[in-house]
């Protein structure tokens, strides 16, 4: 079998939505699959703040592909990162003021986010107090230090006014129920994989994704073989060359025993 490179998502396919914690199988099959000679990179919307040493020290991978393709690295090694300038990041927050879309700037260092008397929908500011822990700084702050940003709104109507605006400079992911997912434009988890996989020279053949959610969506239409979770959001599954299991039923143990690489 040809060396593969498989790129995984995190939340909902290597750790559980709810369980919030990484199977033993799944860190086993990790394990099995590098010393099989495969390339495991984690492939994810979180930016490297998000991320962390609660990740990084469950399992060794050979890279992470951080924020839908906005930074990677390789072995250690940072190889590329993507961040707003100053004025478009001040672009951006006049216009999620302006349309009144609260929203968390995510960088390498910190995540941003408006004071909370500004927060303009309860839901927004219950999902900011759920990670109170991880410390933000202020939108001031997060000026030409942020890669992409989540966002929330409960009118659809001003997403589409925000959007108009910057149409030809960013790429939105619609992650339903009102959230967003929004990068530079040309910069998705689809555009992280094709960097590793031009410097590493693997074919796109031999290229494999594993994910359950719609920012997914990308890096599992863009790569040979698409893998989605058991516990998936039911409008990735019908692209899915197989269907594993709950990500806490041993869905990527089962993943990689069907593509043959443990």
Partial sequence: MNRKIIFFDIDGTLIGEESHIMLESTKEAIKKARKNGHICII??????????PDIE?????????YGCGTMISYHGEEIMRQTFSEEMGRRIIDALRKYKIDAVLEGKENDYNDALDKINT????????????????????????????YAYVDDIA???AFQADFQDELEFVDREHGFFEIMPI????????????D??????????????????????????????MGNATERIKPMAD???????????????EWLEVI
């Fill in 43 to 52: 492939n994810t919307g979180r930016t490297k703040k998000l991320v962390g």
């Fill in 57 to 65: 020290n469950l399992v060794e991978f050979d890279g992470y592909i």
């Fill in 122 to 149: 309860k839901v927004f500011k219950d999902f900011i107090l759920l990670f109170k822990d991880k410390g933000y700084g202020s939108y001031e702050d997060a000026i030409g230090n942020f890669d992409k940003f």
């Fill in 158 to 160: 001003r997403m589409h």
């Fill in 186 to 197: 040309g910069y998705s988890k689809a555009s992280g994989m094709d960097y590793l996989i």
């Fill in 199 to 228: 410097i590493l020279n693997i074919p796109q053949e031999d290229t494999v994704a594993i994910g359950d959610s719609t920012n997914d969506l990308p890096m599992l239409e863009h790569a040979k073989t698409a893998i989605v």
């Fill in 242 to 256: 197989y269907v594993t299991t709950h990500v806490d039923e041993d869905g990527i143990w089962n993943a990689l």
